[in-house]
C-alpha cells in the first residue's frame, strides 16, 4: 500500500501563488506516476498534472499550462505542484495520485485551495 499526504493548500488572492506538496510513504518503489487532480462540486474529476516516475516526462491540463509546474524529489518521494498566476477557476479541493501498475491507483485526502478577492 501506499500513503499520500498532501500539505501546502490555502486562501489566495487572484494572480498570487501557492505550492502544494504530497509526500508518499509505504510501497513508493511501487509507484510509477504521481499526479494531482482537481474537483468541485458538480464537476468531473480533473487531471491538474502528472509526472512519471520512470522518465521524469510531465502533463498538464490546458487550462493550467504555462502557470503550473509539478516536479518530484526522488529521495523525499514527493511531488510539488506550484501554482502561479492563480485564477479564480483553480478553486477547487486538489488531491494527490499515486499510479501504480495495474491500474491501481492511491489518493490522498486532499487539500482545499481558494482563489478569492
Known amino acids: 500500500q501506499v500513503q499520500l499526504v498532501e500539505s501546502g493548500g490555502g486562501s489566495v488572492q487572484p494572480g498570487g501563488s501557492l505550492r502544494l506538496s504530497c509526500t508518499a510513504s509505504?510501497?513508493?518503489?511501487?509507484?510509477?506516476?504521481m499526479g494531482w487532480y482537481r474537483q468541485v462540486p458538480g464537476k468531473d474529476r480533473e487531471l491538474v498534472a502528472r509526472?512519471?516516475?520512470?522518465?521524469?516526462?510531465?502533463k498538464y491540463a490546458d487550462s493550467v499550462k504555462g502557470r503550473f509546474t509539478i516536479s518530484r524529489d526522488n529521495a523525499e518521494n514527493t511531488v510539488y505542484l506550484q501554482m502561479n498566476s492563480l485564477k479564480s477557476e483553480d478553486t477547487a479541493v486538489y488531491r494527490c495520485?499515486?499510479?501504480?501498475?495495474?491500474?491501481?491507483?492511491?489518493w490522498g485526502e486532499g487539500t482545499h485551495v481558494t482563489v478569492s478577492s
Open positions: 509505504g510501497n513508493t518503489f511501487s509507484i510509477e506516476a
Open positions: 495520485a499515486a499510479d501504480l501498475m495495474f491500474g491501481v491507483i492511491y
Open positions: 509526472i512519471s516516475n520512470k522518465d521524469g516526462s510531465s
